[in-house]
């Protein structure tokens, strides 16, 4: 120290200063560069210019008020029950249009009970579940449905978009894994959105691609296992695809959840109440436990007839959404009256599985009937009550196939057969699927209603395609 | 103009009006710039020296405004000569939460909050046309909104109450890993190799604190929600952990269900109509609105709704909660700038987040810092990018169901015009509800429906039914048919619900030449006055407008919530309460929904009930006058 000390005052006088000087340099350097940086305040005057400046897109495109969807929607006047039949603008036409699959919409014992409803609880039940929405016909539904599926716990939605949609973001957060297959409907893509977890697609019913996917996770997983360890996985696919029309390979899937250890969630909103001996969906057609499913959920606006949605499954993974379901926590209950509509029409579903065969039958015999039609290609399994038809050689212009099934659609429906296009929000699918005709089959079709289907469709196919 | 003449301004002042008197009272809070807001700038145009001393009080001012809860009142009390009943209640009311002010000023947040709700008088910064003044004051001296902080031992108790709670569970939950006691959760059965499904707080809450006081929440019912109801009777035989109905219910008095006007009912025309559209259109559609599901009866129905709100057209949803949840994201996207009210509701929230907009929260009703947010946007523009915000969108509720208040629709309209932004009001509980004709907060308020871009509300609370509907300018609303996820992928209401819509609507529109609509509507007001007014006199805490007929009653102590509860229940009343983490944590509260089908009796039942509770518990814990309630008075010796 003290040797130090004297060369320092050994050291020759401009050395010293020069030292000095590189010290206060490198000071300045470093603590005052930014004094000299130009201040970039604005003065009140320059910002009431750029608020007078701005000027925001307008909160609605224009839309021409003859756009198609629009005109179809203010011309074609539906009026009357849509069962079998509907009756658009005064013509009777067959229904191959609503996903009214048994009939359940129009049934007589089903609209009876939800008249005795009516005239004891009034229409509305005025409150979320938690605040005196709850009434005994919705824990006697969801006791139902747990009965039927053969699950501990149901919990019940008052609308099916918002069943899965917010069933999801109730387990998976963010930082969690989502596997999810690409065709998966729209109100599940909206549910992975909301969860704000990491989504890994996997192609429309691939499971080598899923596979691929978990042992790639498994291998990221291995590298960091403390994240590993708090990370959820997530499987979710559908059990039978409503943009489709096929079944998820679900004994593959089940076998994959127990090798890769994911959670798998199966979304039954059109298979629930058709697939299956007794309609209990794609776990009784591939005779699988559902307690090896985590979670299903399903609408109750199709088969059932009625509005709202469901989950089920072991009564620790339901009843977490008590708590931390968004659409079940904020939003008003089902009105009784369509509770009791839905308990009517699962009791009839348990009572005549019968129903079902003849839909199956139905849904067979249509699916051979229309791969007879000339340029067309239809897509889903024989089974499935819904059936697309697609264009065998699509342009390349999407605007330009959905005009043309428009059109093939509107003429039959002109000659008293409903059909309609299956609409997506084109810009916001996650995979947008070809343009198609959506047929949905109800159990109730004879067979010279199915043959007038056939030869009206094939006719307008022939008439449009060939012009 | 220099420095030395600005400062001998209010002198000058002084002589044109009795400002000096007014300052005095507020005892030096009144900045310079205050001073020359209101006045100067009028008479001087702006100079360099005044910016320059504009931008050194700036950030002075904000920590002023939220400290002096009326120092922004000045210009109101400059104009409003001779000064109103209302302004001097407000200086006595000043002088006294100014001593309550110094102990909680710490809490800032609750301090900023109550400058902004609490004054009856908007503060304004801007430079007010006298037509301008002669309209606010129409709505402001009506307007009373009311946040009293408790006294500051009884947080300090609430918070202790909590931290008991918390450390009895730390305390169960250690004696379980032991094995001793009793904790029956139905906890996560261990799957080897998965990762658990839930959080340990998430469970550790629901277990230890909210299950204490669970049989307050999902009451399940078995008759009509009208004026009265029957609770079912449910026994728990393990400290609620799991619930057994005895079979037997309990007819009770409903002030838990949000039934405004009264048109939940098993009997009358509503029921009738309904009951015809079952037998004429089944009991459901199963289609979607572009899909052919979208039946004349929808269409009558989103024609009568545009009529009811006086907007070129509506769309509507089978469920409320969807209709902010799906439509949301088909008007904002990516590169908008979404405001939204701090305290609004799950499925706004919700929707803005689908949306994929940025969302930025302000300040539960607080205009001033609505304006401050929407300025920094559109100086500042979008982060990283710098490009201009696409659209700016301020999403507000008509009525905020938690604390009963009425959000500003007037100054949301003006900051609106003023910064080019579009506002989404969602009316689920005050559609119906308040209102001479029962239309809304906009008919509150005598505003133009027009100058909101976005009318939303729910069919759920006043009309007895359920669902949503959206209205606005044919545009909007013909992108909405189009766009909305709602139009597309979801089934479109049930024809009973619709019809049940349609009746009651038409009922409250006169259209069935009756007078019940009007009469309902008056009623409710009635009763939401006489029970507010009632309720404020006896002392108690009573939160929000005093035209909003949810009535959050705040109790501070979650205890307390659930002994209440419980012995309303005993007693024949049926309340909701309202507890962390669905409000602040020391500010749980009891709801009493006010209904037209309520009558005089059932109220002062309820209110006598309600006194002795709070005597008992020690809840009139309010240091504060209670609200005018003039009008209330008049109609109760009509009464």
């Known amino acids: ?467 | 103009m220099n420095i030395d003449e600005f400062s001998q301004k209010p002198v000058y002042l002084a002589s044109k009006s009795d400002v000096i008197q007014d300052t005095s009272r507020i005892r030096g809070r009144m900045t310079i710039r205050e001073i020359y807001n209101t006045h100067v700038k009028e008479e001087f145009p702006a100079s360099q020296t005044v910016q320059a001393l504009e931008s050194v009080t700036s950030k002075r001012m904000t920590d002023i405004l939220s400290e002096a809860p009326f120092s922004g009142s000045v210009t109101e009390q400059t104009t409003r000569i001779p000064v109103l009943t209302h302004g001097n209640g407000l200086h006595q009311e000043n002088d006294r939460l100014k001593t309550k002010l110094s102990v909680t000023n710490k809490q800032r947040i609750n301090g900023h909050r109550r400058s902004c709700s609490e004054t009856p008088y908007g503060r304004s910064m801007q430079k007010k046309s006298e037509m301008d003044i002669q309209h606010d004051k129409k709505w402001e001296s009506r307007f009373y909104e009311s946040f009293e902080d408790p006294p500051i031992w009884t947080s300090i108790l609430t918070y202790i109450s909590f931290l008991i709670l918390i450390l009895v569970g730390h305390m169960r939950e250690f004696l379980k890993k032991l094995g001793i006691g009793r904790v029956k959760n139905i906890s996560e059965p261990n799957i080897p190799g998965f990762v658990t499904l839930y959080q340990t707080w998430e469970s550790f809450y629901h277990w230890y604190i909210f299950r204490r006081g669970k049989d307050t929440l999902y009451r399940a019912i078995n008759s009509v929600p009208g004026a009265e109801m029957d609770v079912m009777d449910r026994v728990t035989d393990d400290h609620y952990w799991t619930f057994r109905y005895t079979g037997t219910s309990t007819r009770v008095i409903n002030f838990g269900s949000y039934n405004y006007l009264g048109f939940s009912q098993n009997t009358g025309p509503c029921a009738e109509a309904v009951e015809k559209s079952v037998n004429e259109l089944g009991n459901a559609i199963c289609a979607s609105r572009q899909e052919l599901g979208y039946l004349q009866i929808h269409k009558e129905l989103d024609d009568l709704v545009a009529d009811y709100l006086g907007v070129e057209a509506a769309i509507t949803v089978p469920m409320g909660f969807a209709t902010n949840s799906m439509n949301l994201p088909a008007l904002v996207e990516k590169g908008c700038l979404i405001l939204s009210d701090e305290l609004n509701h799950a499925s706004l929230i919700l929707g803005c987040r689908l949306s994929g907009a940025q969302i930025k929260t302000f300040k539960h009703n607080c205009m001033e810092d609505l304006e401050e947010k929407l300025k920094e946007a559109i100086i500042d523009k979008q982060p990283r990018t710098h490009r201009k915000w696409k659209k700016i969108l301020i999403v507000v509720e008509g009525i905020y169901s938690m604390e009963g208040s009425i959000v500003k629709l007037p100054d949301v309209i003006r900051l609106k015009k003023k910064y080019k932004a579009y506002v989404y009001l969602d009316e689920a509980h005050s559609i119906g509800a308040i209102g001479p004709h029962g239309k809304g907060v906009v008919d509150y308020f005598g505003m133009d429906p027009k100058d909101i871009d976005i009318m939303m509300g729910t069919f759920t609370k006043s009309f007895g039914a359920v669902g949503g509907y959206i209205g606005g300018s044919k545009r909007l609303i013909n992108h909405l048919r189009l766009r909305s996820h709602s139009a597309i992928y979801s089934s479109t209401m049930a024809p009973s619900i619709v019809q049940q819509v349609i009746s009651s609507m038409n009922i409250i529109l006169g259209r069935d030449n009756s007078r019940d609509g009007i009469k309902r509507i008056n009623q409710l007001k009635w009763n939401t006055r006489y029970f507010r007014r009632r309720l404020q006199e006896m002392g108690f805490i009573v939160y929000g407008n005093k035209d909003s007929p949810v009535v959050p009653m705040v109790t501070f102590s979650p205890a307390k919530v659930v002994y209440f509860s419980r012995y309303c229940l005993e007693h024949g009343i049926g309340v909701t309460v309202a507890a962390f983490p669905a409000v602040p944590l020391e500010k749980s509260r009891i709801r009493f929904c006010l209904s037209a089908s309520h009558t005089k009796e059932m109220l002062d039942k309820v209110l006598e009930m309600t006194d002795k509770l709070g005597d008992t518990l020690s809840l009139k814990l309010s240091r504060k006058e209670p609200a005018e309630y003039g009008d209330s008075e008049d109609q109760d010796e009509e009464k």
């Open chain 1, 1 to 467: 120290m003290y040797d130090m000390f004297q060369a320092l005052l050994q050291a020759p006088s401009y050395h010293l200063f020069f030292e000095a000087l590189l010290i206060i340099w490198i000071f300045k350097l470093l603590f005052f560069s930014k004094a000299y940086a130009p201040e970039s305040v604005l003065t009140e005057k320059e910002k009431e210019e750029l608020i007078a400046e701005w000027q925001p897109e307008p909160l609605a495109p224009e839309i021409p008020d003859d756009h198609p969807v629009l005109m179809a929607m203010e011309n074609n006047i539906i009026t009357g029950k849509p069962g079998k039949y509907v009756t658009i603008n005064g013509k009777s036409c067959v229904n191959m249009a609503t996903l009214n699959f048994l009939g359940m919409a129009g049934n007589p014992s089903v609209e009876a009970e939800a008249i005795k409803t009516l005239k004891k609880y009034g229409v509305g039940s005025c409150g979320p579940r938690g605040f005196y929405g709850t009434m005994d016909v919705h824990l006697e539904l969801e006791d139902k449905i747990a009965k039927f599926m053969n699950c501990e716990e149901a919990i019940l939605y008052a609308f099916g978009f918002a069943t899965i949609a917010s069933a999801i973001p109730a387990y998976s957060k963010r930082g969690d894994v989502i596997f999810a297959d690409e065709g998966v409907c729209f109100a599940i893509q909206k549910g992975l959105v909301a969860s704000r977890s990491k989504i890994k697609w996997f192609k429309h019913n691939d499971m080598e691609d899923l596979e691929r996917l978990l042992i790639e996770q498994a291998k990221e997983d291995k590298k960091n296992p403390k994240k590993a360890k708090v990370t959820r996985r997530f499987l979710v696919v559908e059990g039978l695809y409503i943009n489709y029309g096929d079944l998820c390979p679900l004994p593959k899937l089940v076998e994959l959840k127990w090798k890769y250890k994911v959670r798998l969630f199966l979304e039954e909103s059109l298979s629930f109440g058709i697939l299956g001996s007794n309609g209990k969906g794609v776990t009784e057609h591939y005779n699988i436990s559902p307690d090896d499913i985590d979670l299903i959920a399903a609408s109750l606006e199709n088969a059932i007839g009625s509005t709202g949605g469901f989950c089920c499954g072991k009564k620790y993974i339901v009843d977490h959404q008590r708590l931390s379901g968004l659409g079940y926590c904020f939003s008003a209950s089902l009105p009784p009256m369509l509770a009791t509509a839905a308990i009517e029409s699962l009791r009839l579903i348990d009572e005549k599985p019968g129903m079902l065969v003849e839909l199956r039958e139905n849904c067979e015999k249509i699916h051979s009937k229309l791969s007879d039609i000339n340029g067309t290609v239809i897509v889903g399994e024989p089974i499935s009550p819904v059936k697309h038809i697609r264009l065998a050689e699509p342009s390349t212009d999407r605007d330009f196939d959905v005009q043309t099934l428009q059109k093939i659609a509107d003429l039959s429906r002109d000659n008293k057969v409903a059909v309609t296009l299956a609409r997506y929000l084109e810009e916001e699918e996650h995979k947008l699927p070809l343009p198609s005709i959506r047929i949905s089959v109800n159990n109730q079709l004879s067979d010279e209603e199915i043959d007038t289907v056939f030869t009206t469709l094939s006719e307008a196919f022939q008439k449009i395609i060939t012009h």
